[in-house]
């Protein structure tokens, strides 16, 4: 009778009631949930953005690793050749050097002829200047003594002793030239002979 009296207290409008505070009870679960399934919706769709920024830094790296490693070859292609031609100048430097010094010593030699062909080459202008003078002194008295018909004897006298002076003076001069045409031809068999030794 309990049960029956209990039941029967519940009006349509006290059910209609109970209805409607579940129905309300289930919208606010509703919402809730959709509240809660929008949320992840827009943390997937962030993350999905983040995901695609992560996969495109990844791709930017992958891309700048492999620059970096193409870099990488090439230097270490470059530095593989440099090194090959500073093995090359080397081994040219060690075939150069006894070039060099046999150039070296040939420098010397021709420096110290040609030391001796300018001593002879001096001395041989310094003749030219003293046979000048010479000769100028012969002309200036020719000048001098044209005018000087009264003194004939002693004008021609004093030319004739000019005249052996230039005379002997040429004598010395051929001798100094045939001195040094020797001089001269023994430079040249001695080079000749070197030339023919390095040969």
Do not use: C
């Amino acid at each position: 009778m309990t049960d029956e009296t209990t039941t029967g207290t519940i009006t349509p409008e006290l059910r209609i009631k109970e209805l409607e505070e579940a129905l309300r009870q289930e919208t606010e679960r509703v919402l809730k949930v959709y509240d809660a399934f929008s949320a992840q919706e827009q943390e997937i769709t962030t993350l999905k953005a983040e995901i695609e920024v992560l996969e495109k830094e990844i791709v930017d790296r992958e891309i700048e690793k492999e620059g970096i490693e193409a870099l990488l070859t090439e230097k270490d292609n470059r530095l593989r050749e440099i090194e090959m031609r500073g093995a090359k100048a080397g081994k040219q430097v060690e075939f150069l050097e006894p070039e060099l010094e046999k150039m070296e010593e040939k420098y010397i030699r021709e420096k110290n002829r040609l030391a001796k062909v300018f001593g002879i080459s001096e001395e041989l202008d310094n003749d030219l200047r003293l046979a000048v003078t010479e000769l100028k002194a012969r002309d200036d008295w020719y000048v001098d003594h044209m005018a000087l018909f009264e003194d004939l004897n002693k004008a021609i006298k004093d030319r004739y002793t000019m005249i052996e002076k230039a005379v002997e003076a040429e004598r010395q001069s051929q001798h100094m030239q045939r001195a040094i045409e020797e001089r001269m031809a023994e430079a040249i068999e001695a080079r000749a002979a070197e030339l023919a030794e390095e040969e």
